[in-house]
């Protein structure tokens, strides 16, 4: 039977009209899933087809230089609006006040599911409810543990945690350079690891940022998770893709080690004063804590780390900026201090949150500013209204399941900026206002309907760092031998980035003690 049955398969001539009807009717079916895409509507923008590849898209959206991509597209529009495909996904890319209009204040796009679609390649909500369940239940969680009682908690934990990292610092070995005086340290990577440790001393588990050999561990899975990212999945989300794969083992490696944390806990009886244990006492699953640590070590680690450690760089190549901070945080510790003996750092670690909070505007502003200069990228949102959304007055239309993009740097970069290739925190001094001179001027810290949640923590911790930093050191622009230099270009961020990254060329500082801080 089975000899006669593949000899029938190896002649198709013979087959019967029906099972050819039934091959081509297959093939056909599959042709059309592959191949076809919903048709833009006639009032959405002008398609941009570019770079446009059957199936795939625009690839360069993903693959190439995105804000290039983007700035392209606009200038072949007569309104700065344009449509693209990522396979079979439609974008709009929207731009002016209109475009920020919408994208900001609509109440029908809807910033996780754009978020899931796009960046992770999740499939689609079954129903149209704008926050699905793991959205809930993550804010639900987040918000508490951005209050200030948690950072009153924590405090202490945080200064001290910030106060041995800067000690650790101070007896490095010293440079090769002209100087033995001196140290030299990748700010990429050195404050990198301070603000994890703090992230995961807010957020996670004190047992993971009181143990340096864990934080490292868990710093190193966080860091190929996060470089294992999949955009075949965005076009393809059915792929099992390497990178999903991967993305999948080290999600598993963080699971466990929070797992025997949790068990740990259980088998003594002894409960953590930590955000673990409040997630634990809420009764989340270990998957939606594991869920929610990634998505709050994604959220915050990737930003505030690239953060401090560009301003930090900035400072270097503003020494009006670099008198200013200097003289904040020498007045702050002038004022607190009990007594001559206490060094800088014993007197920032009896700051009180009010004080931290309070009495350092000028390293916000100095973050403001560097926020600016470091977040590329776009934005997403999904309309999922059921019907097309008008862009303002255009008379063009985001369609109905369709994604609103927004490229970041047509708010941060906007010509209402005076020198905005400058980094100069004096534009936000209250007779400039520069950032509040048109609607959504400035999206640093999200903007309308989705204001970033952890931005007082942010504020917070850098606010830590930089004190710290800049009260106990002096530090200057230098190669990796300790060497002073000045750069030959301005140590600025590729704006074609997808997100905040570490630069690819290294950059070092020195530093060393100041008198005043021995």
Same mark, same amino acid.
């Given at each position: ?36 895409? %919903? ?68 109440? $029908? ?21 704008? $926050? ?11 918000? %508490? ?8 908690? !924590? ?31 990748? %700010? ?37 998770? $996060? ?13 099992? +893709?390497?990178? *999903? ?72 190549? !503003? ?16 004022? *607190? ?41 776009? +934005? ?9 959304? =008008? ?98 270009? =301005? ?6 980035? *997808? ?20």
């Amino acid at each position: 039977m089975g000899a006669i049955l593949s000899t029938a398969l190896l002649q198709p001539q013979g087959w019967p009209a029906t099972a050819w009807i039934l091959l081509l009717t297959a093939a056909a079916t599959v042709f059309y899933r592959v191949f076809w895409r %919903p048709a833009l509507p006639s009032n959405a923008p002008m398609w941009y087809k570019k770079g446009d590849w059957p199936i795939l898209g625009s690839l360069e959206f993903y693959y190439g230089r995105r804000a290039d991509f983007f700035r392209d597209a606009m200038r072949q529009s007569k309104t700065g609006n344009f449509s693209f495909y990522i396979g079979k996904k439609q974008l709009i890319g929207v731009s002016g006040p209109e475009g920020r209009k919408l994208v900001f204040e609509s109440k $029908e796009l809807n910033f996780p599911q754009a978020f899931a679609d796009l960046l992770t390649g999740q499939p689609s909500a079954p129903t149209q409810d704008p $926050e699905d369940n793991f959205t809930q239940m993550f804010t639900k969680a987040l918000v %508490p543990l951005m209050k200030k009682e948690n950072f009153l908690k !924590n405090i202490d934990l945080l200064t001290e945690d910030t106060r041995a990292a800067c000690e650790k610092l101070a007896a490095a070995p010293a440079s090769k350079g002209d100087n033995a005086d001196w140290r030299v340290t990748d %700010p990429f990577e050195s404050f990198y690891e301070i603000v994890y440790q703090l992230t995961m001393r807010t957020i996670g588990a004190n047992d993971i940022a009181g143990d340096p050999k864990l934080l490292r561990y868990t710093l190193d899975i966080f860091d190929w998770f $996060e470089k294992s990212d999949s955009f075949a999945k965005v076009i393809f989300p059915w792929l099992p +893709t390497p990178g *999903h794969a991967l993305r999948m083992y080290y999600g598993a490696k963080l699971a466990f080690v929070f797992r025997d944390i949790i068990e740990k806990r259980r088998r003594s009886g002894m409960k953590g004063n930590d955000a673990l244990q409040f997630l634990i006492d809420r009764g989340l699953s270990l998957t939606n804590i594991v869920g929610f640590e990634i998505g709050a070590l994604y959220a915050g680690q990737l930003n505030s780390g690239i953060n401090a450690g560009y301003l930090q760089i900035f400072l270097t190549q !503003n020494p009006e900026w670099m008198g200013l901070l200097r003289g904040e945080v020498d007045g702050v510790v002038a004022r *607190h201090r009990q007594n001559d003996s206490q060094s800088t750092a014993d007197v920032l670690g009896t700051l009180d949150v009010d004080a931290w909070e309070s009495e350092f505007p000028l390293i916000d502003l100095a973050l403001r500013e560097t926020i600016r200069f470091c977040l590329p990228g776009a +934005t997403f949102r999904k309309n999922t209204s059921g019907r097309a959304l =008008p862009i303002g007055d255009t008379g063009e239309v985001v369609p109905a399941g369709a994604y609103a993009i927004y490229l970041v740097e047509d708010s941060l970069f906007g010509d209402w900026y005076s020198d905005r290739m400058r980094w100069n925190p004096s534009r936000f001094f209250d007779e400039n206002a520069e950032d509040k001179k048109v609607p959504h001027a400035y999206m640093g810290w999200g903007s309308g309907r989705h204001p970033c949640l952890g931005m007082k923590f942010a504020k917070l911790e850098m606010a830590l760092i930089t004190a710290y930093w800049v009260g106990m050191f002096d530090f200057e622009f230098a190669d990796k031998d300790g060497n002073r230099v000045v750069p030959t270009e =301005p140590p600025l961020m590729d704006r074609n980035l *997808h997100s905040a990254k570490k630069p690819e060329k290294k950059m070092y500082l020195r530093y060393k003690l100041r008198e005043q801080a021995k």
